[in-house]
Every structure is written in structure tokens, then in C-alpha cells.
């Protein structure tokens, strides 16, 4: 493992350095996703968080699936779940609007694995969550509203 | 040290389905204390799975997964006996590795 590399990342500076990197070219987004896509987690908006998963305008989809209660009494614990019919998808991620961060979880499937991928999460407040789904390259995403009656990220 | 991981993992019809629970505080970083301190971030940021040495399933967590992360995938092959290896780590370096036999 390369210890210059983690602590560059753990000084804080790594979210931009990265970025940057990854806007030189230097390194393509896959390289960035050999470690963890701190550019993207650290994101704050819906449409930060999709350029920095390299996902820009995603098209809407009916063949992507979100799957969550219309209701979450406990936010702290939210099921949802995304699946997909399109085919060879090799990225899922969820996303959730009004949370702090958006993105919440990103999955990478080789392939022989389903785009059917189930997690749970916790939601700050009653918001929209995306399910993202990249298929032979191209980004395609759908919505749910859950209502949240209980916040789940403390304060 | 963290508690071991429960990991189910059923083949069906050449299908396998994995379950697994995770045992882990998922701290946003935003929560605070009853000092009023803000309790530092602490989260699982990298998690694999692996059938017979073939990853199966990388995945990148945030803060807003739960506590005690729960995740459940589906991967084709896979037979009854064979070994799952699920490995995590978190952003204060710890990290857990747990298998579980196919059944």
C-alpha cells in the first residue's frame, strides 16, 4: 500500500487534489475509483455529486427500479433497494437529495453480478432518493420520494 | 475489534444470493454528544465480496448507510459448499474480514 498516498488523502487536502487530478487527466475516474471516491462522497449537491461520479445528466429510466417504504417512520433506518433490467450494468449508487452528502452508497458489478442490490440508510428528512445506474457506459436514474417522520442523522 | 459479520449466501437455480450484516457504529460525524461535542466520523468506506477468489461485488459507502450496515446482492454461479469472502474497511483504518459457505 502506498502510505505517501493515504496520508496526502487523510491531510484533507485529498477531495481537491483529486479533482483537480482527475480534471488534468492524470487520472481517469476508474483510477480514482480504485480508492475511495472521496470527490464524490464529500459532494454536497445532487448535481456535484453526479459530476464527480462522472455520471453529468443522467437520462430517467423505467427499466431502473427503486424500491423503499413510501413512509420511514425511523430515518436512522431507511431500506431501499435498486434494480435493474438494462443491460451489462456495471455501476449502482443511491443517492439521497436532502442528505448532507447525497451520495449514500456506490456498488461496482463485475459482470456475472445482478443489478439488484439491496442496502439500508439513514435520511436526515423527508427527500428524494436516486438510484443511478450505469449500462454499457451510459448513466441512466430513477426517483422515489420516501417520507421520513423520524430524522436519522442525530444533531 | 469489531463483531464478526453474518453472512448468508443461498444458491438457487445457478443463482446466488448474499445477505450480510455488518456489525459497525456508521458515525456521520455530525452527530454530537451530550458534551456538545461533535462525535468524529466513523464509517466503512470499502467493502468486497468474493466468491473463490473472483470479486463479486466492490462497493463504496458514505456515512449515510446505517448502522450496522445491511446489504444483500445477486451474483450468477456459485455453488453449494463454495466459500464467500466479504472484507470491509473504515475510514479510521480498521477493517474485518468474514466468509461463509454457500448453502
New interface residues.
Given amino acids: 500500500m502506498n502510505k505517501q498516498r493515504r496520508n496526502v488523502l487523510k491531510a484533507g487536502s485529498g477531495a481537491a487534489l483529486m479533482s483537480i487530478l482527475a480534471a488534468a487527466g492524470i487520472i481517469t475516474p476508474g483510477m480514482a475509483l480504485a480508492d475511495w471516491n472521496k470527490a464524490a462522497f464529500d459532494a454536497k449537491s445532487m448535481a456535484d455529486t453526479l459530476k464527480a461520479l462522472g455520471a453529468g445528466a443522467p437520462a430517467d429510466s423505467k427499466d431502473v427500479q427503486v424500491t423503499g417504504p413510501d413512509i420511514a417512520e425511523n430515518g436512522a433506518v431507511v431500506p431501499v433497494g435498486v434494480a435493474s433490467t438494462l443491460p451489462n450494468v456495471t455501476m449502482v449508487a443511491i443517492l439521497i437529495e436532502k442528505n448532507p452528502n447525497a451520495l449514500a452508497a456506490s456498488f461496482n458489478l463485475p459482470e456475472g453480478t445482478e443489478a439488484n442490490v439491496q442496502t439500508r440508510v439513514k435520511m436526515g428528512q423527508t427527500s428524494n432518493i436516486y438510484a443511478l445506474v450505469k449500462s454499457d457506459g451510459k448513466f441512466f436514474m430513477a426517483t422515489k420520494e420516501i417520507k421520513v417522520t423520524l430524522g436519522g442523522c442525530g444533531g | 475489534m469489531a463483531n464478526p459479520m453474518k453472512i448468508r449466501a443461498a444458491n438457487k437455480d445457478g ?1 446466488t444470493e448474499v445477505k450480510v450484516l455488518i456489525s459497525h457504529e ?1 458515525e ?1 460525524g ?3 454528544d451530550a458534551a456538545g461535542a461533535i ?1 468524529p466520523a466513523w464509517f466503512i ?2 467493502l468486497t465480496a468474493k466468491h473463490n477468489d ?14 450496522n ?9 456459485g455453488a453449494k459448499g463454495d466459500k464467500i469472502v466479504v472484507s470491509w474497511k473504515d475510514n479510521k483504518g480498521d477493517s474485518r474480514t468474514d466468509e461463509a459457505a454457500i448453502n
Avoid: N
Avoid at chain 2, 473472483?54 to 448502522?67: A, C, D, Q
Avoid at chain 2, 450496515?69 to 454461479?77: D, I, S, T
Fill in positions: 443463482v456508521m456521520t455530525q452527530r454530537k462525535v468506506t470499502e473472483k470479486v463479486v461485488l466492490s462497493s463504496e459507502f458514505g456515512p449515510s448507510v446505517s448502522k450496515p445491511y446489504m444483500a446482492f445477486k451474483f450468477k454461479g
